[in-house]
């Protein structure tokens, strides 16, 4: 198993500003994603994290608004930019090997003024 | 595209009876399904990871079993205890990707 750790716990940001939201893993892992859970909301992907390269997203979500980085098998960044009050949700990191078992982070709590 | 479908959205039941959750899915092309547990403003624990080639897998007091042509799983939790309460994910990787369902919230009374 992998034990995920992400920072900060929670922030209470200004509109138009910008949170950088760390994900480290305690092992290497093939596969780091980027969820979204807004309330009363289940999970929503917004990006595969790539190793090396450009991060892979889905339908919806924009790199310029949620830039991604994973300069290691270990460590990844989100970054949700410009944020509004739409953006105040919990955002997840998880990890594993591709189609095995994936762990998830205890999570991010933004609230956006 | 995937959907999962988890029925009941919730759920309260008497300490100590048995929990029944399922969980639809319809592409079963999938490589795995696992179930999850998530307690309020948390992050998701694995509770049972079940390969598509799999009929079931157990853990303690739960039970999970998977029927991949049919598209269905279903989550069972013996003799529930009000530590149990909580939101029960179910969540099917296809893709390399996980698509999750909605949720079922327990509650369960002391």
């Known amino acids: 198993s992998a034990v995920i750790s992400q920072k900060p716990s929670r922030d209470i940001c200004q509109r138009g500003t910008s949170l950088t939201i760390q994900c480290q893993v305690d092992s290497q892992v093939t596969m780091m994603f980027w969820y979204r859970q807004q309330p009363g909301q289940s999970l929503t992907l917004i990006a595969t994290?790539?190793?090396?390269?450009?991060?892979?997203?889905e339908s919806g979500f924009v790199i310029d608004k949620f830039p991604i980085s994973r300069p290691n098998l270990t460590f990844s960044t989100l970054t949700v930019s410009n944020m509004s009050p739409e953006d105040s949700s919990i955002y997840l990191c998880s990890g594993g090997a591709g189609d095995n078992e994936q762990f998830f982070g205890p999570g991010t709590r933004l609230t956006v003024l | 595209k995937q959907e999962v479908t988890q029925i009941p959205a919730a759920l309260s039941v008497p300490e100590g009876e048995n929990l029944v959750l399922n969980c639809s899915f319809t592409?079963?092309?999938?490589?795995?399904l696992q179930w999850f547990r998530q307690d309020p403003g948390k992050g998701l624990t694995s509770l049972l990871l079940?390969?598509?080639?799999?009929r079931e897998q157990t853990s303690g007091r739960l039970n999970a079993s998977l029927d991949k042509s049919s598209g269905r799983s279903t989550l069972y939790i013996a003799a529930s205890q009000p530590g149990d309460s909580a939101t029960y994910l179910c969540?099917?990787?296809?893709?390399?990707?996980?698509?999750f369902g909605a949720g079922t919230t327990v509650t369960v009374r002391a």
């Open positions: 994290a790539n190793q090396g390269s450009e991060a892979t997203y």
């Open positions: 969540a099917v990787t296809g893709d390399y990707k996980l698509s």
């Open positions: 079940i390969q598509s080639s799999q």
């Open positions: 592409d079963s092309a999938i490589y795995n």
